[in-house]
């Protein structure tokens, strides 16, 4: 006759540390370790741990463990989900087994780490899908002790409570960025927009007086745009300024900056060393022209452009802020706009 060891009573304290545990965790394993602790306590049996299943991968992990005697169940161990006590568990509906070789004398798994005792709860969400399992286990026959069932079941609902929350939390921090994103983007073009531009702007300002360097502001004006919506549609418009981003870009280095700031309207920065800052303003207006004169192809139509027109200023002090600094630019590109009206006119 199997002689069975008394079933064990619920901690001294309990609920306090129970209560402990639920309001002082920030994060999954914060809670989670002091639970197998408890659940360890609770039930008896030397081995706790949680486990994640990824039901696409046919894959369990052991997510946290806790061990205590000579049955050891590591932390990161990775087995395929069919076949695992876990899964037979679930699938007969049986939560607790003190002989799990008359159970399942064919697991490998319970053979290998020398499980003799065995209880498990799924842990779900909200939805009812499955994220893994809270499970314990003797490598000696064991019983479980009375209300030890309800308070894995109730363990594995805090935990998958605590696993909603991180992944709400996660989902509310991606949204918070891509609307960070998008404030600071031009939806057309994908280019950083005004706000970005002006953030920029300060920043490179306040580097002036600190590193010897210059900056280079870049206006960049689309002459003819509304005649290229109005011959060819919005579509074709909005094709003609997301190539002329690219070519804008392509144009400049890769530690340069260009925005789109509305309409027809771009600006290129660049900080090259203050001794070479007007030369490289020459350079880059230059580039620009070139990169953006020419043939366009948008899908099936061609677009013959003859350029925008682009203004540069340089700024080699801080004296400017960078609203004046972008009017300065804006003020050179409608001379050079007004220079190329008059040179179309005698022509």
């Known amino acids: 006759m199997v002689v069975m060891p008394p079933a064990p009573s619920l901690p ?4 306090g540390r ?19 602790e408890l659940l360890q306590a609770v039930t008896g049996l030397e081995s706790t741990y949680l486990t994640a299943i990824d039901l696409d991968a046919g894959a369990q992990y052991i997510l946290y463990s806790r061990n205590t005697q000579r049955l050891q169940i590591p932390e990161g161990l ?52 499955l994220y893994g399992t809270l499970c314990a286990a003797s490598d000696e026959r064991k019983p479980l002790a009375e209300g030890a ?9 805090l935990i ?26 031009d939806a057309t073009t994908h280019l950083p927009n005004r706000r970005a531009l002006m953030a920029e702007l300060a920043r490179r ?3 002036l007086a600190v590193d010897g360097r210059a900056l280079v502001v870049a206006f960049i004006d689309l002459d003819r745009f509304k005649a290229i919506n109005d011959q060819y549609g919005h579509e074709a418009g909005d094709q ?29 920065l660049s900080s090259p060393p203050q001794a070479d800052a007007e030369a490289v303003s020459r350079i ?54 007004r220079e190329r009206r008059s040179g179309d006119s005698r022509r």
Request: net charge negative; with cysteine.
């Open 78 to 129: 990775s087995v395929p989900w069919e076949g695992t006590l876990c899964k037979r568990a679930l699938d007969e509906g049986r939560s607790y087994t003190d002989d799990v070789a008359q159970c399942w004398a064919d697991s490998a798994a319970a053979r290998a780490l020398g499980i003799a005792t065995y209880a498990s709860t799924p842990v779900r969400m909200e939805d009812g899908s």
């Open 240 to 268: 003609f300024l997301r190539a002329m981003g690219g070519r804008l870009q392509g144009a400049m280095r890769i530690d340069d900056f260009v925005a789109r700031i509305g309409g027809d309207e771009f600006v290129a």
């Open 205 to 207: 300002r306040s580097a």
């Open 284 to 337: 880059i207006e230059e580039r620009l022209q070139t990169a953006t004169t020419g043939h366009f192809h948008l899908g099936g139509t061609v677009i013959d452009y003859a350029g925008p027109s682009i203004g540069v200023a340089v700024a080699l002090t801080d004296a400017l802020d960078p609203e004046a600094m972008l009017a300065q630019a804006d003020a050179a590109m409608y001379a050079a706009k």
């Open 149 to 157: 069932e309800q308070v894995l079941h109730m363990f594995a609902r």
């Open 18 to 36: 129970l209560a402990d545990s639920v309001t002082l965790a920030r994060s999954l394993e914060e809670l989670v370790r002091p639970l197998l």
């Open 160 to 185: 998958g409570q605590q696993i909603e929350r991180e992944q709400l939390v996660r989902a509310l921090r991606q949204a918070n960025d891509s609307l960070a994103v998008s404030a600071l983007m």
């Open 12 to 15: 001294a304290n309990f609920v």
